[in-house]
């Protein structure tokens, strides 16, 4: 079966510190891959996409970045977070011809 | 206008009713669209997709306007384990690897 881990499941971070998450997928090869952001009382934003090893679109101009070291690993990272990055972080798989979009369990992050 | 809107609810509604959910987009190009349903705390998973001008599986059935550019979720006989968020999401097509998510509908079933 094709899942998604992503780690940590929490964390509470102080201001101006950096950040790394990390989203892994099992069964499955080359996948398109995708980081949202879910602030509190706020839709899904898309924040990256990734559709192979080294390819990153940024959607959202901001003080984040991500990077695909590997064909099935996916990592959000900052150099320094704001209290504005605080959110629900999601990665999320591309299945199918028609774009279903399957997530991972989520980190919950909070900056202090 | 906002790309998908919702109307947030909360909805709350006793076990056994029937409670419908709209949700309108703005992309007239818009080629596939989904029902999520997000519990508290949780990632959102997929309830339903909809392609044609709609679907049904068991007590939920999703129906496409494409004129009117909405859609709706129907829940029949509603369960407590139907109290959740529901998130109607629209693809653009044209080739975007991006979906558009609303910001969802409460719905709470009270026993």
């Known amino acids: 079966s094709q899942t998604i881990h992503q780690w940590p499941a929490t964390l509470v971070q102080p201001v101006g510190s950096p950040l790394s998450l990390e989203c892994t997928v099992e069964?499955?090869?080359?996948?398109?891959l995708y980081w949202y952001r879910q602030a509190a009382g706020r839709g899904l934003q898309l924040l990256f996409y990734?559709?192979?090893?080294?390819?990153i679109s940024s959607e959202v101009p901001q003080n984040l970045s991500a990077s695909r070291p590997q064909d099935r690993q996916f990592i959000l990272s900052s150099k320094k977070l704001l209290l504005s990055d605080s959110g629900f972080y999601l990665c999320a798989r591309h299945v199918g011809s028609y774009n279903e979009q399957f997530f991972g369990p989520g980190t919950r992050l909070t900056v202090l | 206008r906002k790309e998908v809107e919702q109307d947030p609810g909360p909805f709350n509604v006793p076990e056994g009713a029937t409670v419908a959910f709209n949700c309108t987009y703005s992309n007239s190009a818009s080629q596939s669209f989904f029902w999520y349903r997000q519990d508290c705390r949780k990632e959102p998973k997929l309830l339903m997709s909809v392609y044609s001008s709609g679907n049904e599986d068991g007590r939920f059935t999703a129906q496409l306007n494409r004129a009117s550019q909405y859609i709706s979720l129907l829940i029949r006989d509603s369960k407590l384990s139907d109290s959740a968020t529901y998130l109607c999401?629209?693809?653009?097509?044209?080739?975007?690897?991006?979906?558009?998510f609303g910001k969802g509908t409460k719905l709470s079933v009270i026993p």
């Open positions: 069964g499955t090869s080359n996948p398109n």
């Open positions: 990734s559709v192979g090893i080294g390819q």
């Open positions: 999401v629209v693809d653009p097509g044209a080739g975007s690897y991006q979906l558009t």
